[in-house]
């Protein structure tokens, strides 16, 4: 596995380092096998040590973790026990309901953009076309799942909404998280 150990207007030094390589490889060996790579950074919120955590799992799926406290260690334990429960929760999940994935997820290119509301709110002139402004333009990847695998990918990202490939008849899908707490999932026919 990969890692990617940095801080923000913090340095990092190699016993944090290789404490963060330790804890983390362990968690990770005990609920999944086949972890890509780690993206791990410290930062300072006040009085407050932050340490977040992203995880790629060649299944496509990413969990991400936070954990903040007095101690640059103890927010690093504090990110990894948030990592050991989502993964744990993860592992069950698959292994009750869903089959098991023989190849890594397959990902699909795609455009992105951002897009200006227009609404003058700055105190600036309505436009007369009333065509929103892009204001930021970028890639991003559009995973082939399963409506399950969906919805836990989004979970486990702490996402509103998710885009992906149905691996079932190749089509865009859509799952979000209604207003009343429950999954809604768009599958255009």
């Not at 890692?3 to 380092?17: F, P, R, T």
């Not at 290789?18 to 490889?25: A, F, I, N, P, Q």
């Not at 333009?137 to 149905?166: K, W």
């Not at 207003?179 to 809604?184: A, L, V």
Request: aromatic fraction near 6%; proline fraction near 4%; glycine fraction near 6%.
């Amino acid at each position: 596995m990969r890692y990617q150990i940095s801080g923000k207007q913090i340095d990092i030094g190699e016993a944090l380092q290789t404490h963060v390589k330790t804890e983390l490889g362990a968690v990770m060996e005990k609920y999944s096998q086949r972890p890509t790579d780690a993206q791990i950074v410290f930062s300072r919120d006040a009085h407050l040590h932050v340490c977040e955590a992203t995880v790629h799992l060649s299944s496509g799926l990413t969990a991400q973790a936070r954990g903040q406290a007095n101690e640059i260690y103890a927010a690093f334990d504090a990110c990894s026990e948030k990592m050991d429960k989502q993964l744990r929760r993860y592992k069950r999940r698959l292994k009750d309901h869903h089959r098991d994935r023989v190849a890594p997820v397959e990902f699909a290119e795609a455009p992105s953009y951002v897009l200006s509301s227009g609404n003058g709110l700055d105190g600036a002139e309505e436009p007369d076309t009333l065509q929103p402004i892009i204001i930021a333009e970028m890639e991003t990847r559009i995973p082939s799942l399963s409506a399950g695998e969906a919805v836990m990918q989004m979970e486990l990202a702490h996402s509103h909404v998710l885009v992906f490939r149905n691996e079932r008849h190749g089509g865009l899908n859509v799952v979000y998280r209604r207003e009343d707490g429950n999954i809604g999932w768009i599958d255009p026919q």
